[in-house]
């Protein structure tokens, strides 16, 4: 049994969800559970209606923007006109507008942000689900709910572990046995009550490993539109190496420091049961890609350099000559835990502290109107962070030269740079 992930890029047009079928079809006779992620990057385009009505603007234009986006995918896979999808986007599109102007606000903003954005999954698998039927493959669609179970709270939640497991093995492991592929969606769960939750920004990646660990899969393949994992992003740096094999270590830490190859999570279920990662490319997948598992010893001979975009950087303190104590910081964490925001980045002195955290619009309003009752708070963005892992020379950061850095730290194997943008462009 394999689990595949296919994300955006694999979804974005029709051209890339015919590459999808081809890829499914070569498996016929086998078992296999499809996890899919919204198409392109409609989840933004969500999240910016969600925006646009949360500040009394006009959102009108952005759901049409959405719903056309889809209706051509569906119109120039499906020669004839497929009911239920289109059922399924006229459901969506007053399903949201109810959403928005029935919810209690702001007491039940996580909630409606869960509920907006998870709209994008369900569409994509409902679409996919219908093309492969539509070209001979044999499958059944799941709602992802009903078995991605998580802890209270909306953003980010929490992963039911045993619930899970139990709902995954009792429930969803005997379709398979009935000779058909599973397809379900990815990033999203729902709680105890049925309220749909989701994982966090590229949780879909999570999903298969959850659903990889529950079903006791023999691998997981998350399909990308790369060779494999580099060591740097191609699209920001020049000259990247890709890696044949890492270890599930480096890749965790890897995705720690923000490398968007794998969500996060995704590494620790399948670690722990020895499940192998395999990340291939789309368009030619017949390539092997990169490797991790737990064979791997010889330790990397290539820096790593990791960028993670679209940053806020806030320095906190309590006034000038207190100093910034660990009951203090012992507040602060305890607040941005409340909202689920990761610290990407951290230094402190003794009369400050400065974090980087993701730039989630709605999550930092809240934390900043938090923090101003009792701190001192001075805020810098856009900014990145550049963390590059690995013995590193000098010359291997000649490019930040004309950059302007607000701070960075140093260990042993990690170098971390935080700096204000002025461009697109590292180099």
């Known amino acids: 049994m394999e689990i595949f992930k296919f994300g955006g890029a694999s979804l974005q047009n029709p051209v890339a969800i015919r590459q999808l079928a081809k890829i499914i079809n070569k498996y016929s006779g086998q078992s296999l559970v499809i996890v899919v992620s919204a198409m392109g990057k409609i989840t933004q385009s969500l999240e910016k209606i969600l925006e646009q009505y949360l500040h009394n603007q006009a959102y009108e234009s952005a759901i049409e923007e959405v719903y056309l986006f889809h209706k051509n995918i569906i119109q120039a896979l499906l020669e004839d006109t497929c009911s239920p999808l289109e059922t399924a986007l006229q459901t969506w599109r007053q399903q949201l507008i109810q959403d928005l102007t029935t919810t209690n606000l702001p007491e039940e903003l996580e909630k409606l942000y869960s509920k907006v954005v998870a709209w994008g999954e369900i569409l994509s698998s409902k679409i996919v689900y219908h093309y492969l039927i ?145 990340i291939r490319p789309f368009y030619n997948h017949q390539a092997v890609g990169t490797i991790v598992n737990s064979k791997v010893q010889a330790p990397i001979d290539i820096p790593i350099y990791i960028l993670r975009k679209e940053q806020v950087l806030i320095k906190v303190s309590v006034g000038d000559f207190i100093f910034f104590e660990e009951k203090h910081l012992s507040m602060l964490c305890e607040e941005l835990d409340k909202l689920a925001l990761r610290i990407n980045f951290l230094e402190k002195t003794p009369y400050d502290v400065s974090i980087c955290l993701n730039n989630e619009s709605i999550k930092i309003d809240k934390i900043l109107a938090i923090l101003q009752n009792g701190f001192n708070i001075a805020i810098q963005t856009p900014v990145q962070i550049l963390t590059v892992i690995g013995q590193i020379q000098p010359a291997d950061l000649n490019f930040l030269q004309e950059k302007n850095i607000l701070t960075k730290q140093y260990n042993s194997s990690v170098y971390q740079v935080v700096f204000l943008v002025n461009g697109t462009d590292l180099y």
């Open 134 to 278: 539509h070209v001979g493959i044999h499958l059944t669609w799941v709602d992802a709910r009903q078995y991605i179970k998580t802890k209270p709270g909306f953003i980010n939640a929490q992963l039911d572990e045993p619930y899970t497991k139990a709902l995954v093995q009792n429930k969803l492991k005997p379709m398979l046995a009935q000779g058909k592929f599973i397809l379900t969606q990815g990033f999203i769960g729902s709680d105890q009550s049925g309220e749909t939750t989701t994982l966090g920004k590229e949780g879909s990646d999570f999903t298969g490993a959850i659903l990889a660990a529950a079903l006791e899969a023999s691998s997981l393949t998350i399909w990308k539109d790369v060779p494999g994992i580099m060591n740097a992003d191609p699209k920001v740096f020049k000259n990247t190496t890709q890696f044949q094999e890492l270890s599930y270590e480096t890749m965790a830490k890897m995705s720690f420091y923000g490398a968007q190859v794998v969500h996060p999570k995704t590494i620790y279920p399948l670690a722990a049961q020895d499940i192998p990662l395999y």
